[in-house]
């Protein structure tokens, strides 16, 4: 599938926003995995499908309103149950109740255009690896996304662990790559939840069942794995490569994802670059 499919989904949901279209119906629709979409409506807009959905849903109808169409007809026209639903809906969103659109005027959520420079000549380096199945122990906690620079309370979660934890770390780990690695996802909405926020691990890999020093131990399945190694400045290198993966790779690579459990690692220097590596689980696409 060409690197255009997020283009695809979006004009798929600007032609079906009366149907309130699902996530899981524009990913059919365009002949990509749920995870696959959400994971790169995430990456690359910042937001999720679900929730672009949602906002373009109620900007339509705000320009609705706007050009005179009664509550009642707008809010059965997008796909509302009833008037008091969408008038929850629109005010939370809006600020605003819909009978009062005409007067005060509301947001508005225009369509996303996907643009891409330069078409495909991009390398990318991978490398395909099968794992049975271990464990990550480590510290853990539910952060709010952040798509670019540091996230401050990632960086707050690395500097409450104390050095007793950094003993039993280093104890544990007995798995490759013998890193301190941070892992991602939410293990109730993979990854995609709508407040923007998921859970993250920063630990290592290892076979041990039990942790000490109040570290969390996550059970991982058998999978197999592409790893994605990347060299430049930190953490600008790591978070454009972690979107080519998503925009590009799954795009054109006999893969899928397999799960959104992804984790990394960073060896930073002393000159503010790094070695990286982003491993994400995929299975081979159905032929």
């Known amino acids: 599938m060409p690197d255009s499919y997020l283009q695809w989904a979006i004009d798929y949901i600007e032609r079906s926003l009366t149907d309130a279209p699902s996530a899981d119906e524009v990913a059919r629709a365009i002949g990509v995995s749920t995870d696959q979409l959400r994971a790169a409506f995430l990456l690359i807009c910042g937001m999720s499908p679900a929730r672009y959905i949602r906002e373009r849903r109620l900007s339509a109808a705000a320009s609705g309103l706007m050009a005179g169409a009664s509550v009642t007809e707008v809010a059965f026209r997008y796909g ?3 008037v008091e639903g ?4 629109f005010r939370a969103w809006g600020g605003v ?8 005027g509301s947001r508005m959520r225009s369509p996303l ?7 495909g000549g991009n390398l990318m380096e991978y490398r395909i690896c099968d794992m049975p199945a271990f464990r990550f ?9 952040r798509f670019e620079g540091e996230n401050p309370a990632i960086a707050e979660l690395a500097r409450g662990i104390t050095s007793a934890q950094r003993e039993e770390l280093h104890r544990l780990q007995n798995l490759e790559p013998r890193r301190v690695v941070n892992a991602s996802w939410n293990s109730d909405t993979d990854f995609q939840e709508e407040s923007g926020s998921l859970t993250h691990l920063i630990g290592v890999l290892t076979t041990a069942t039990e942790a000490g020093e109040g570290l969390s131990v996550v059970e991982v399945p058998a999978l197999t794995w592409a790893v994605f190694p990347n060299d430049g400045p930190h953490p600008k290198t790591m978070q454009q490569a972690t979107a080519r993966v998503y925009a590009e790779w799954l795009a054109e690579a006999p893969y899928e994802l397999d799960g959104f459990r992804m984790f990394s690692f960073c060896d930073v220097r002393d000159d503010g670059t790094a070695y ?11 032929t």
């Open 80 to 82: 509302y149950e009833s």
């Open 86 to 89: 969408f008038s929850r809906a």
């Open 97 to 104: 109740l819909p009978s009062d659109v005409a007067v005060l």
């Open 113 to 119: 255009h996907i643009e891409i420079a330069v078409k």
């Open 137 to 145: 122990a480590g510290v853990m906690a539910s952060v709010p996304m």
């Open 276 to 286: 990286s590596e982003i491993w994400v689980p995929v299975r081979r696409k159905d």
